[in-house]
């Protein structure tokens, strides 16, 4: 659909009528800052929908201000999507004080619940938002904790970034923090580890850091979070200009770490050395779990290494490693591994009984490599998943 402005009215008559619509998916259209301010006049009569969906409409900060002012007088919208709609700071301070000041939930006899919210998820990712909103959204925790946010892909930078930590210190009560594609560095990164490795150690379970310039002095300070923090059971690092120096640090952080469960590594411009660094480390939890599992026991299950350049000599060592470490997962998609490649890693899979899932999708395998894989999965019964597409 394309709709303009002046479609904006015909939904308006039918919101005011309707009393059953839930939902209202409109992104990808051209309603622009008019529309916007249509619909949210609208809505504020409206007394069913929950969730409206309108990303990429164009509707700049004149049409977000005035959806901030339905978000702070609506009793019935819960998730709201703004995306790529080139908001400026201007609108994410409006939409922040607007859900700090949202009305509260009601329970099932109609009466307020204190200190809760209606409004749950607000979706800003890919505008022009900066460290302005990001300190906003640091005020809006405090008052509203449980509000989900995605900024994802906005240059909050880091100055933005140690706005929101220090938030995070005292209110952050989520297990999920999404911070992609946010041009965060190593200031911004060191802020960051030191609120949820020191003080936050009971909340952040996942962290996705993917698509920040964090380099090798980023992974520095991830040292320090793989190995002070008690929840951390998900990361990911992936498109972070680690290289082999970063990958390196990293592993070092990983081999004291008893908790994590995922890590993703790749795109970060890693060759044979790196990934060996990762071998030397899952070989040697996994020993040490093996003979003092009590102590040690081994929690990594999926380990991510695509878009890397890595070849089939150091996948032949990553082998090796895979199955003393009980991997579940192993993802090595867009590298460099040829069918020499793939019949190291044969000899290693008929003694694995833990790895379930594959991932060789765009190397540089022929017919030979993969007729290797498929034979020596014969004797194996654990696999349940290999991607061998290009």
């Known amino acids: 659909m394309d709709l303009l402005p002046r479609d904006a009215y015909t939904l308006r008559d039918f919101l005011v009528a309707n009393s059953m619509c839930k939902r209202l998916e409109l992104s990808f259209n051209r309603f622009g800052a008019e529309g916007a301010t249509i619909l949210a006049q609208a809505l504020k009569e409206n007394r069913s929908v929950s969730e409206l969906r309108i990303a990429s409409n164009c509707i700049g900060d004149k049409g977000a201000i005035e959806i901030a002012e339905l978000i702070r007088v609506s009793e019935y919208l819960e998730e709201l999507d703004l995306g790529d709609n080139d908001l400026s700071c201007r609108s994410g301070i409006a939409i922040f004080y607007a859900a700090a000041m949202s009305l509260p939930a009601r329970n099932a006899s109609g009466q307020k619940v204190p200190g809760s919210h209606i409004l749950k998820r607000v979706l800003l990712y890919h505008n022009r938002l900066g460290p302005q909103t990001m300190q906003a959204w640091a005020k809006c925790i405090s008052k509203h904790p449980k509000l989900e946010v995605d900024l994802t892909d906005n240059n909050v930078g880091d100055e933005g970034l140690v706005n929101l930590s220090r938030a995070v210190t005292r209110h952050w009560t989520q297990d999920r923090m999404d911070l992609r594609g946010m041009r965060v560095g190593p200031v911004g990164l060191m802020s960051l580890v030191s609120s949820i490795a020191l003080h936050s150690f009971r909340s952040v379970s996942t962290l996705y850091l993917s698509g920040n310039p964090l380099g090798g002095e980023g992974a520095d300070h991830l040292i320090l979070l793989l190995e002070r923090n008690l929840a951390l059971t998900a990361l990911d690092v992936s498109g972070c200009s680690l290289q082999d120096k970063g990958v390196e640090k990293i592993a070092q952080g990983l081999e004291r770490n008893e908790r994590l469960e995922y890590i993703d590594l790749g795109d970060n411009d890693i060759s044979d050395h790196g990934v060996n660094a990762v071998a030397a480390m899952l070989a040697a939890k996994g020993k040490r779990a093996r003979n003092r599992q009590h ?24 082998a090796a490693a895979v199955t ?25 899979l008929a003694n694995n009984r833990t790895l379930k899932i594959i991932d060789l999708s765009s190397n540089l395998l022929t017919a030979d490599g993969v007729w290797v894989l498929a034979e020596s999965i014969i004797a194996n019964r654990s696999i349940e998943t290999i991607r061998i597409n290009d």
């Open 295 to 318: 102590l040690f026991p081994f929690s990594l299950k999926r380990v991510v290494l695509s878009t890397n350049g890595i070849t089939s000599t150091g996948f032949g060592q990553f």
């Open 324 to 348: 003393i470490a009980h991997l579940a997962t192993i993802e090595l998609s867009s590298c460099k591994i040829t069918d020499n490649g793939c019949r190291a890693f044969s000899q290693h």
